[in-house]
């Protein structure tokens, strides 16, 4: 491999990292567009255990929707917080790669007064879509999870 080349394969694994980052970045601020934009136009492969699999992102987001923007009193209620580290990105050719991504998240659930821990593993396909790095398939699987009530002690600042 030429210089040149190993150059444009770190300029696209870190397209690709970006691309994760903006979409963990998206989830946590509550952002259905940006969240949405992450993924293919169409046809993308998604599985996000207890939430579901998809055929379609526009059927991943429409759910992320429901919850992110869930509010009570003008307040938002699920607080999110995504962790997205040891990323393993591959080029399998000129606009195809694959990646794996170990999660680690923390929710706050302001309606069941609960916090949840949990970590797992992200197996996702990209692809060059408008000359851009999108997922065209994102599979997540839990490892294990905790969930405690928050104490009435507790205090939640948003």
Not at 18 to 31: G, M, N, P, V
Not at 102 to 108: D, M, S, V
Request: glycine share 6%.
């Amino acid at each position: 491999m030429t210089p040149e080349e190993r150059l444009t394969a770190l300029e696209q694994i870190e397209a690709i990292k970006a691309l994760k980052h903006r979409y963990f970045r998206a989830c946590d601020a509550k952002d259905p567009d940006t969240f949405r934009a992450c993924f293919i136009a169409q046809g993308a492969d998604v599985h996000y255990g207890p939430l579901g699999g998809f055929d379609d992102a526009d059927q991943i987001a429409a759910v992320f929707t429901r919850i992110a923007l869930h509010k009570v009193d003008g307040k938002p209620v699920i607080l999110d917080m995504h962790h997205g580290m040891h990323p393993d990105i591959t080029l399998t050719g000129p606009d195809t790669a694959t990646g794996r991504w170990t999660l680690k998240f923390r929710q706050l659930n302001m309606i069941e007064r609960t916090e949840r821990l949990l970590t797992g593993e992200y197996d996702d396909d990209y692809v060059i879509e408008d000359g851009v790095w999108k997922m065209a398939r994102s599979h997540f699987q839990q490892l294990w999870a905790i969930v405690r009530p928050l104490g009435d002690d507790t205090v939640v600042e948003v």
